[in-house]
Structures are given as C-alpha cells and as structure tokens.
C-alpha cells in the first residue's frame, strides 16, 4: 500500500522526527531509566549511559554517574562474620570517574555550575571510598587552582578532612573557622566538627553536634559526606556507647594490604558476644593515609574489632586472619594489625578444567611463611544450580594427608565420588538435603577448587578465595559423565523412590559402590525423621571394600547419632572408633568424645577432645573446670586454636584463676559439676534459662557464679 | 476613488473587446510557457505542492525503526545476568557474560 504525500508534509514530519531525536528522545531515554531505576532493574544504567552519551552535558554526565555509584555501603569484616549489601563495583566506581573527569574539563555555563560542582564533590566522595589519598590530594589541589568560588570551598572542606583524619587537628579547626566566619553553612563542616570532638575524646559535644546534623532536613541527612553515609548514625551510636567509651585504653593499628598502606577504611567495634552486625555502627576510628588509626578511648573489656571498607575494594583481596579474633582492651594501648593479601595463584586446574582421568592434581604457587596448605573443593547443596547452602572440606590426597608442605598435590578422583558431602535437614520433618547423599564429586557437575595457606597456629594467610571475585576465575573442575538415575532422584529429594531403585540395583548387583553408599547413608542419616535404619546402614557399611570410604560414610553416620543410639549400638560404634583412628579429620576424633559423653565417661570424653587438632572446644575447658584443672582450662583459653570467645576475656579467666587460689566447696563443686554434665550433654541446651536459674541458685561460690554467668552470655541465654 | 475605478473598468472593456477575436494556437501557448520564466518563489511552491508516493509499511517500519535504534542503548537485550552467592564470607559474583574485563 502507497500513500502520496506532499513535499511538504514530509519536510515537516521530518522536522518534527529531528526535534524528537535532539530533544525528545533523550528525555524519553531519561524518563525510562528513572522508571527502571525506582524498580531497581539492572538496565537503568544502560539508558542512563545512552542519555550522557546523548546529551554530552554535564547534567546528564552526573546522573549517569551517580546511577553507577548510588550507594557508598561498607563491607563490614568481625573476626566472628563479615558481611554488607552487594554495593558498588570496581568496574562501575571506574565508569563513573572517568565521565565525572570529563565533567571537570568542560568549561560550565551558569546553568551547569550546580552540576559541575556536585561532578567534584563526588569525585572526591568516591576517591576516599576507594581508599585512595593520592587521588584525593589530586583533586584538592585542582580545587585550589580553580577560579570557582565553591568549588576553591569544597577543595578547603576536603583539605580539612585529610587534616582530621591525619590527626593534624589544629589545622582542620583553622580551615573550618575560616569557612565558618565566611558564612559557609555546608553540613561538612558541622560533620568535622563532630569528627574533630569525637577524636579528641569530647563525646558529649561530638553527640552534641551529631544531634545537631540530625535536625538537618532529611535530603540533607541522607546525602553522602566523605564517602560514606553512616555519619547520621553516628548520633545514635553515640547515644547508646557509654558502656563501651571511656578513658580506660586505646586501639592502635595499622591496615595494610601486602604491606601497603590502606587509607580510610572505617573502625567499628561490638562486644564480643559471638554475632556481627552490618551497618557500619560501632564507629571508633578511620585509617589515615598510611593505614594507621587511633580509636577513641574505650572501657576495659573484650571486643570485637571490625573494618569496613566499600566492597569495589576487596575484589580479589583475602583477609588474613592470623591472629585471634578478640581484643582485650586494658589501660593504654592495644595494638592490633589487620592484613589483607593478594589470592594464592593456583596454576593447576585452570577455571573450567574437564577431570579427564582419574587423577587431580592442584598446583599452587608457594606462600611465603605458610607452615601448610589444605585443598578444598566447594560443594553446593544443589551442586547443578549452584545454590542452597555449601560446604568447604579439606580433602585427603593419594597419600592420605589434608595438610600439605609442598606446592601440589594429588588426588584420587574416584574416591572423593562417593566421600560425604555436606550435611542439611530442612523443614519440620528434618528432611535430608541431598549433599548429604551424594559424593563430593557428581559427573557433569563443575566444583571450584580452593587453596588455604596457614600459618603453624593454623592462622589463616591467605587464600585462593578472595572476598570478592567473579566465579569464572575461580580454578575449578568439571567431572566427567552424566548423573545417574539414583543420582538425578537424590538430587531431587524424592528419597523413597531413590530407596527403591537403589535396592533394585542391589538384588543385580551387589557390588555396586554408588547403591552401597547411598542407601547406607541414606538409612544412616535417615531421610527425613524417624526414617533411620541403623542396622541396614551398618550391614551395607560392611560391604564397602575400599577402607577410607567404608569409614567415611561410618563416620557420617556416627555423627548424627544421639547418645541413645550410640548406646544401643556400643559394640559397632567402638569397631567404628577403632578403625577410625588412622583418620586424620577432627570430625572422626569428635565421635569418640560423642562416644564417652553418652557412656557419661568425663574423662575419657576430655582425653578425646584432647586429641583435636585444628581447634580447641569450650566443653574441653568446661571439662577442665570439672575437673579442677584450672591451669590447664587457661592455658587452653590463651590457645591460638580457641574459637574466638568471650570467654577469653578477663571476666572468665580472672574467675578461674582465682578458683586456685581458693578451691570452691566439695557441694559447689557437686552443683558445679552437675551444670557442666548438663551443658555438654546434648539437649541441655533447650533448658538452658532451667539450668542457669537452678544452678545459680544453689552456689555459694561467687567464682563458680561468674564463670556460669559468662557462660549465660557467652551462649546468649537471655535471648 | 469613483474615477479611478471608472477608468479602470473602460481600459478592462478595451482591453476585452479588443482580444475578443484573438485566438491563440497551442503551439503559442506552449512557447508562452516555455519561455516564460516562473519565480522563484513559484518554484518553491510546485516543489513543496508535488506529490510524491510512498510505500506506506516500509516508511512505518524504518520510523520505527530509527525510533529504536535512537532510543534502545546498546545491549540492552543482552541478559546481564549477575548472581552472587557466598562462600565462607566470600562473594563470588555468577555473570552470563564476560564485558567486564579482568582484573
């Protein structure tokens, strides 16, 4: 179909067409990119991207940016969690300071001062969110040399930032009095002025002064100052840390990443009471430009020390965790370190490496000062979508070791196959998840493959996973084959029906090693409560030929037993202890004290305990306590190996420690003793407010009293 | 005013019964037109009245088409599919496609 139209028509239909590409388009571009942005889609950025693009005006350069940069969040790390909203990355932080610095070389009209303004202000915002000084020094003095009023004040405000947190506090307050005596209303400045309190120990006016910034309209409050929005929640945090600020000691440290200074990185602090929160409240101190950092003074008490950081910055860094994960804060100062390393290179398997044989080799480059490495694959709950929860295990080499001292070593691929996975119940029926069932390994499916560098106190140095990395550069394997029938039917939990085919197999084939260890395991763990067959379990378990397998799934098995179970089947439970003492794993070691607990043999279950290796439990000097070894309970507190607990603090040591001075009653001992049966034997734990009261009630001993007190909030009781 | 006009419509009568008998033959006409010379402006008016035929769908289709090019950003059915899961604290980031270089 033709239409005839005049010369005309079509000359003014093109004119309008050229009036909706020049203006109406990129308006349009805008307005769907501030639709997709209040519905937090993903593609917001790319029309944000085409309406800079577009326009090329300093405005439409800002939106863009600060659609990439919307949120300067801080990755909180504790010794006990670390954690954050997924924020900003690397890439998009790149972005959008190079369209910001193609801002900063337009020549502004009066329109576009505003922008151009808020285009240098973020620039800086972003440089101390990355950490980086030398960026921030750069543009100051691009700020000092232009001829723009505003932007000659926000270069000063910065400047004054940089004094404060150098701790050059004279200075600040000159630069700040100035712009005061100017007229300058910025809210930075109030924001210094609490800064500059706050770090000289005036806590009364640094609230005071953060109250103040609270009474800013909220667009005001909610705008990002100094890379970081957590200056409202300073108020709050302030309001509520009288027991935790005081004139008692310091915290004094230095961040460094491969021995390099790292600049503004937040100090936060919480009691050490097990858990970690995220938000960046908790706020003691920030690193200046060589990475070093002062707190505030602090109470006496036992704390957990956090860092937080913007997320872009630990891609492909690892957090080093080679000192113990509380701090002790005394009169004077503590010193306490953090380091982040670079990832350790695994040359061998590459990302994506097809297991062709039966035989893995993991190379890696050497750690310097590394007493050993462990190999750990990564195992998801659902191993084909990559997703439920996961599990890290040390794997045995050919030679049957976990730790090694060299750069490689080698694995037997067929027997991690059918080796347990990790161990899930889901739901009020407690059903199994399916890691539990199947192998470590399942064919078709792709396992990232990690490499520890530890120190000889087991301190962690490094790692092949970073805190933030993409998944195709993580070294991984995919095995060969496909999933089998039992396999694909496990993975779907429809355990009744794997039951079956696999009992199918059997009466072909009673040889076959993936029935075997399934249904052992299935009958051992019990597909879903009450579903347990110990008997079948331990009669297939018998047919294993290959011996670590055989105690593998044994030891999966023993592990979930209760003591009831254990008790009602000793005989094969002490075959099974037997034969797992060749084992190198801690889990085999932790059956016999599962063992001599339901057996209520309290000092054969303590010499169990004292057989772990990598870690040293509390119920070990729980044991010691009951059996008034109280040197030993301490030294084993002071132990590298010791969980990170408040229970190290002087609080608890101070009490035990003073129990040898002065032995407690032989009847406080009895009531003690029976608290310390109850605690570790499992169950006790849903009584727990019963036994607190209980015990407490008939002790005399203030000492006794003070260690079940911290063991009340060290297990967080009162919740 | 009265004379003007009375002069005016003699001249027209003259003027028309003079050429009363006048006849002109095509071929005059057409070397009339010919060689006279249209305006400018008279010019502009033919071009800007002539009519031109257009194929209705393909003229829809490319303004359409030229609307989605200027409006669509470049991969934007391009599925950016980002997930991230965490191991151990750390955050692996799962991505459909590699735009992003390595670091």
Sequence with gaps: MKIRVKVKTILLGMLIIGILYFWGIPQATLGIANYLYTRNNDKAQLYYEKYANTRKSVSSRLIFAESL????????????????????????MEKAEEVLHLNLRENPSKSEL????????????????????????????????SNITEIKEISSIYTAFLHTINRDFSKAEIIIEDLERAGSN???????????????????????????????????????????????????????????????????????????????????????????????DGYIAITDENGHFKSIGLKKGLYDIGVGTMESILVDK??????????????????????????????????????????????????????YYTVEPVVFTDPINKSGGYFRRAIESVEGEIRFTSDSARFKVSELLYASGGLTREGNDWILGPGAVLGMFLPGV???????????????ITSSLPMRTYYDSLPSVIMPGELSEGQRLVTGMDYPEAIQHYEDILIEDPEDVEAITSLAKLYGLGWKRGEKNLDRAFDLSDSIMESDLRSD??????????????????????????????????????????????????????????????????TLVF????????????????????????????????????????????????????????????????????????????????????IIDEIYNQRHWNQ | MNKVDKLGQ??????????????????????????????????????????????????????????????????????????VIDIGGSQIIIRDDREVADK
């Design chain 1, 69 to 92: 940069v919307n949120y300067y969040s801080r990755f909180v790390i504790y010794s006990q969690g670390w954690g954050g909203r997924n924020g900003v990355s690397q890439e998009e």
């Design chain 1, 114 to 145: 505003k922008d151009y303004i808020s285009s240098y202000r973020m620039l800086m915002d972003m440089a101390i969110a990355e950490g980086s000084p030398d960026k921030l020094k750069e543009l100051i003095g691009w700020g000092e040399k």
């Design chain 1, 186 to 280: 910025d809210p930075r400045l109030q924001i210094m002025r609490g800064e500059l309190a706050l770090f000289q120990g005036n806590i009364e006016e640094a609230t005071r002064l953060y109250d103040e910034f609270s009474k800013r309209n909220w667009k005001e409050q909610e705008d990002t100052y100094f890379g970081s929005r957590s200056y409202l929640d300073r108020k709050f945090w302030l309001e509520q840390a009288n027991e935790h600020i005081g004139e008692d000691g310091f915290i004094e440290g230095r961040i460094l990443f491969e021995g390099k200074p790292m600049a503004f990185v937040e100090i936060y602090l919480q009691y050490a009471d097990g858990g970690f929160r995220v938000g960046g």
């Design chain 1, 318 to 371: 690892v957090f080093s965790r080679t000192e113990p994960g509380y701090v002790e804060v005394g009169e004077g100062i503590t010193t306490v370190d953090f380091k982040f390393r670079n990832t350790i290179k695994v040359l061998s398997p590459q990302p994506g490496t097809y297991l062709d044989s039966d035989e893995l080799i993991v190379q890696w480059e050497e750690v310097p000062g590394a007493a």
């Design chain 1, 446 to 460: 792709e396992y990232p493959i990690t490499v520890n560098a530890y120190t000889k106190d087991n301190g962690l």
């Design chain 1, 553 to 618: 799934i044994l030891n999966t098995i023993l592990q979930e037993m209760t003591s009831e179970e254990i008790i009602q089947n000793e005989k094969i439970v002490l075959e099974v202890i037997e034969s797992l003492d060749n084992l190198k794993n801690d889990d085999s070691k932790y059956i016999e004290f599962k063992f001599h607990r339901a057996k209520k043999d309290w000092k054969a279950a303590r010499a169990a305990l004292e057989k772990l290796e990598s870690y040293v439990p509390d």
């Design chain 1, 623 to 706: 044991l010691d306590l009951y059996f008034e070894d109280y040197d030993k309970a301490i030294e084993r507190l002071k132990d590298k190996r010791f969980y990170p607990s408040r229970l190290q603090g002087s609080i608890f040591t101070d009490a035990v420690a003073a129990l040898k001075e002065n032995p407690p009653s032989s009847s406080d001992l009895s009531v003690f003793r029976e608290f310390v049966e109850r605690l570790i034997d499992e169950g006790s734990y849903e009584n727990r407010g019963v036994l607190y009261t209980s015990t407490t009630g008939r002790l005399r001993d203030k000492n006794l009293k003070t």
């Design chain 2, 10 to 83: 003699e001249i027209k009568n003259i003027f028309e019964e003079d050429s009363e008998g006048i006849a002109l033959s095509n071929e005059t006409i057409n070397n009339i037109i010919k060689n006279s010379k249209p305006s400018r402006m008279v010019k502009f008016r033919e071009l800007m009245n002539k009519e031109i035929e257009i194929p209705l769908a393909p003229a829809i289709a490319g303004l359409a088409a030229l609307l989605v090019i200027s409006i669509l950003p470049k991969g934007v059915f391009k599925d950016h599919n980002i997930q």
